[in-house]
């Protein structure tokens, strides 16, 4: 069977303040859906508040980042989350990888 893939897009500048929607939306997806493809090429600045949301977002459900922009490759590589969050060149490439089990 298919795996069940949310894709949330997320734009702007996210921190503790702006973030809500993003949150409501990825929880919601997380709890409807097998995994989520999360689309940052939008996002122009984000902050530990953002990196705290995607590391709970994928202890729920699986979480791959597509199309990451300069200021989200830049917080996950600095914090070393890269490590931990799958980042992928776009959301083909990010569902492709989470339909092979990766």
Do not use: K
């Amino acid at each position: 069977m298919p795996l069940a893939i949310a894709l949330v897009v997320a734009e702007g500048e996210l921190d503790s303040e702006s973030a809500r929607p993003l949150r409501e939306g990825l929880e919601r997806a997380a709890a409807d859906h097998d995994a989520i493809v999360l689309e940052a090429s939008g996002v122009t600045f984000a902050d530990s508040s953002f990196l705290n949301l995607l590391l709970r977002v994928n202890q729920a459900a699986p979480l791959r980042i597509a199309a990451a922009s300069a200021p989200v490759r830049r917080l996950l590589e600095i914090t070393g989350a890269d490590r931990i969050l799958r980042v992928h060149p776009d959301v083909d490439a990010a569902r492709e990888a989470l339909s092979r089990g990766e």
